[in-house]
């Protein structure tokens, strides 16, 4: 019983002098978290604006360069701004494109704004799958 009661003790003890880790808000594993959960709505809102200008809907790659993320928490809900740059093929980009999106306290992802900032020209051998000119 001793033995129980010290070994009991000491892993108090221990669980005592561990520090909780707060993460901020701009913390990168928060921030890989979120971007995380919303892939499939941020490729929803890319394959939607992309069905109308090309024959294949591109992709987007949430950790390369390319997406960023800025995330501003609210205590009834979370804003998120991503900016990503969607492509096509071996990673031949198509545009730039900003969504804002807000995640509220039961999880429910609204989608805000989606704003195609500019496009970029695929090389020759792809400009068949462009829909208009």
């Known amino acids: ?19 909780p880790v707060c993460a901020k808000p701009n913390d990168e594993p928060l921030k890989r978290l979120v971007l995380t959960l ?4 941020i490729q ?3 394959n939607h604006y992309y069905k109308n200008k090309l024959t294949v809907s591109p992709t987007f790659t949430p950790f ?8 501003k928490y609210h205590s009834s809900h979370i804003d998120v701004q991503v900016k990503t740059i969607p492509y096509v093929g071996p990673h031949l980009d ?9 995640i509220d306290n039961s999880g429910l992802i ?6 195609h900032i500019r496009d970029y020209d695929l090389p020759p051998n792809w400009q068949e799958i462009i829909k208009t000119r």
């Not at 019983?1 to 561990?18: A, D, E, H, N």
């Not at 390369?64 to 995330?71: A, C, E, F, I, N």
């Not at 198509?94 to 807000?102: A, I, N, Q």
Request: glycine share 6%; no cysteine.
């Open 38 to 41: 919303l892939a499939p709505k």
């Open 44 to 46: 929803e809102q890319i």
């Open 94 to 102: 198509v545009g730039l494109d900003l969504m804002r999106f807000s």
């Open 64 to 71: 390369l360069d390319g997406t960023d993320v800025d995330v």
């Open 110 to 115: 609204l989608v805000l704004e989606y704003k």
């Open 1 to 19: 019983m001793k033995r129980f009661i010290g070994s009991l003790l000491t892993v108090i003890i221990f669980l005592m002098t561990i520090q």
